[in-house]
Every structure is written in C-alpha cells, then in structure tokens.
C-alpha cells in the first residue's frame, strides 16, 4: 500500500497505524496539519472492505478538518481517525479503552470526538485513558448535542447568501426547500419557519415529514422531487454528494445552503453552480458550528476557562462575514464560492506566521 504517493496524500504531518491483540482493535490517526494548533478531529468506525479503503477516508477526512477549522477562525489542526471493524459486531469498551490509549500517544497534538459509529457513551472510555477528547458526557463537562449550534451557522450562513444573492434582508416569505429533517435539518427549519421562510421538506421517514407539516406548516414534498422545486433555496442537510450534473441542472433555486457534509459530488460541481448563477455557501464553513461548540468546550477544560454559550454563539454568528468574503472574492476573482474559502482557509493555515516550519 502506497502512502507517500497515495492519490489522497497532501502534505499530511503523521500518519499512524494502531493494533491490539487482545481488544481487537485496528486503527489509524490521521494528523494532516497542525499550523494553527492541535488536530481535531471524529473517529469514525466503519466495517472498511479493505486496509486501503480506511487510509483514503483517513487522509480525506484529517485534511478537511483542517479546512474547516481554517476557515472558521479556530486555532485547531486537522485530524481524524478510523476504527476498522463493524461496530455492531466487534465494538466492546476495551476496545474503545484501547483507542483512547492510542489517542493518548499524541500527548494531545490530536484530539478526538464522535463521529459516524462512535457514540458519547464510547468517548467516555476513550476519556478513562486521555484527556483529549471532546462530547463525552461527564456530569456537565459537556457541551451537549452540537446539532443545535450547527444548525445556527448554517442559518447564518443561508441568510447571508441569501442577502448577497437576492438582495433580502432577512428570509420571510423565501421559499427554502430543506432536504433531510434529522437532527440540524429540523432545528435549521425551526429557526426559519420563526421568521416567516415557506417551507418544502422532504425525508425518507414519513413521520418526520408529517411532523414538519404540522409544526411548521410546511409543504411534504417526495424526494425525488426536492431539487426541482420552485424555490429561493435549496438546503441539502441529508447526504454528500448531492449537488452532481444530474441534479444541478434540476436546480430553480438561486441559492444553495446546507448542513451536508461535501456536498459537492466533484470540485467541478461548485464551477457548474457558478455557472448558472447559483450561490453555493460553502458547506465545511456554514456546518462548522458543531466544531465552534466542541472546541470551545475543550478550551474549557484545558484552561478551567468556563464555557460561554454566548461566546459560541457570538463565534457562529462570524460566519456572516466570512461567508460574505467568500462571496466577495469568488467575484473578484471571477472563481467558484468553494475555491474561494478553499483559497482563504489555505492561506491562513499555511501562513509563514503560523508555520512551525517558518
Ligand atoms: P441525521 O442522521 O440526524 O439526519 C439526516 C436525515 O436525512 C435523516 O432524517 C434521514 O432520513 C434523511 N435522509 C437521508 N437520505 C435522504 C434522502 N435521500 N432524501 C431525503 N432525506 C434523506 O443527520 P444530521 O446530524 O442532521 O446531519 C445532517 C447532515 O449534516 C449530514 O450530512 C452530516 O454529516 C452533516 N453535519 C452534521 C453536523 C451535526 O452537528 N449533526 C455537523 C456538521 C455536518
């Protein structure tokens, strides 16, 4: 297996491979950049179909949340780790002990959190062995479910789309399709249906639809259908790789703004929304209130610094402006939104200032 050369391979700091006989445990640490400060990252445990298939999502993975807390201010790396196995089979509180040990060797340059088959009740071993991890659920040392403060930023950041794009001060009467009614899509729709938004929402379980319908008022629409609706917005907050060439050509939405992760099925993708004239607010900026929260809650922890909701909140609420310098500069420099805040998040986390290198 190639890593120096891997396709996914980009200038990443440490990569380390972990076994344990005896729980079973197989893994790898991804540190991808560390300029801005320590690697935070989820742990993601996924039943990989081969060694190599979990060093791509490592490498993927670490790298974009350097991205991300790049552009989001925060003085945090990016980092990810993945536990190879089926959690359902093989999962066991020893084994999560003996990730935590793992984690405990990067003496904090990585710091981990939940992630897809990880859960708060797993962090909670991780943290009998390390201090260096966040979500855990240690009688009110936790920041709690992040669902809520993502779905704040991606609000803040739908709203300045939608100010720059359509010219409107705030979202009443817009009409904003919402794809995914989970834990942000839901709360996303509250905080807009407050404010007047018309709602069309789509998900595969019928009784979140229903519920929408009755709390919001909103209109159930089925999901094949929720690209082409005539709407102001369209709000992916279900999968990745929802904006493809089928789907964009389907889009009447001016704006685009969600909580998914990689959204964009190829970088192209963000190029064809330019193309025809449709704001992309840039999905690892608006969905980085989950990050905003953590980060603050392990700030706490390391400094005896109480943790300030209003801080956070006030943090989240700067992805106003930066999704507006975003949209200014993709302008300028006649480029797509999402090479914009790549551009941006690069330069500050390879500034010679903050270089350990330099
Ligand atoms: P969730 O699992 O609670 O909700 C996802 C919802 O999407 C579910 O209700 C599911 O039924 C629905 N869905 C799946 N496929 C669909 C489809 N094809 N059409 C319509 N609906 C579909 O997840 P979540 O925590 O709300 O996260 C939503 C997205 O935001 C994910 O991509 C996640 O990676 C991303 N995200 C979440 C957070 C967070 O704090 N939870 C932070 C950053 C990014």
Redesign the pocket.
Known sequence: MSIFNHHEFNHHEQISFFNCDETGLKAIIAVHNTNLGPALGGCRMWAYESDEQALRDVLRLSQGMTYKAAITGLPLGGGKSVIIGDAKKIKTPELMRSMGKAVETFNGRYIVAEDVGTTVEDMNFIHSQTKHVVGFSRDGEGSGD??PT?ALGVYTGLKAAVRHRLHRSDVKGARIAV???????YNLCKLLAKDGAQLFV????AD?IDHAVKEFGATAVD?DDIYSQNVDVFAP????AVLNDATIKMLKAKVVAG???NQLAEARHGEMLRDQKILYAPDYLI?AG?LINVYYEHRSRMTGKAYDRAEVVAHVQKIDETSESIFRLAEQEGIATSTAADRIAEQRFNAPAVSKAA
């Open positions: 992040p669902s993502t794809q995914g009614l989970g834990n942000v899509g789509t998900d595969l379980h979140r999901s907050c279900a999968l990745g909580a998914a992760n969905n989950g």
